[in-house]
């Protein structure tokens, strides 16, 4: 990777989207055998930086960080010195002074990793880890890598792969983080959602763009899932979670008009009932723990790439 941090998908080229997706693949291949654990990282120090709430990302990152054998500091700010009125810029220089060489930061507003990239208050490495309603690239990366293992035949390309991304796509991070990589690799996607929840601008996006999931559905290799965000809604969006679970929800019925082999994708947490039922959740085609285990394996390859880690040794080498 060239950048020092990665903020966006858009910091990356397709060359080093498949550099993430090959680590992950080799380091997943690796520490799925004999090898629970790497050496790579000993002795390096990694903080989780957390300003929201979150169970898959923040566990999955000092996962992926205890396996490569670093060091791992988990901040947050519920229950911290925020509370008393510290700043973003104040605790990130206090978690460096404590040895931190890398800083995974989840921000509930927009830019906020890229601003303590920018900002020289801090020489760690960062990586977004979901900020506001802008990316969360480490999600898209590891929903990349779970498509990719169904569909081998597009294991380096996916032009020919029509990819759906359902539901509330205004407040939706991983949403902008997929369509960028997804298109990167060539994927067909195309946005299905209420007119409320498409947001503006979206016609310089390089999707398709569709307001009637049944017209859909049967076309589709992977339709991804998405959360309803209540939190981020101050709005009614839609006139209520009946309809909306109606009109856009994967219920029993449209499970049924799955293409053979399609796969259902959800980042997490579920509302289930509202954008997924549990027969959908549930079903053999449903890929979600999936996801979170391909997140383990991701997210080491990317905090080995970006902290230039010794050698991946050989198998059968234990630690
Ligand atoms: N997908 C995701 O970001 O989940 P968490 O909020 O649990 O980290």
Redesign the pocket.
Known sequence: MRSPHLLSIKDLSVSEILEVLDTARELSRITDGAMKKLPTLRGRTVVNLFFE??????LSFEAAAKRLSAEVINFSAKGSSVSKGESLKDTAQTLEAMGAELLIV?HSSSGAAARLAQSGWVSSHIVN??DGMHE?PT?ALLDAFTIRSHFPEHDRDFTGLRIGIVGDILHSR?ARSNVLLLTALGATVVLIAPPTLIPIGVESWPVEISYNLDAEISSLDAIMMLRVQGERMNDAFFPSEREYARDFGLGAQRLKSLKKGAIILH???INRGLELSAASADSPQSVILEQVANGVAVRMAVLYLLMGGTPIPKEGVLV
């Not at 709430?53 to 923040?58: I, P």
């Open positions: 709430d979150s169970t898959r990302t923040r989840r880890a979901g969360h999600q991983v980042p997490g947490p």
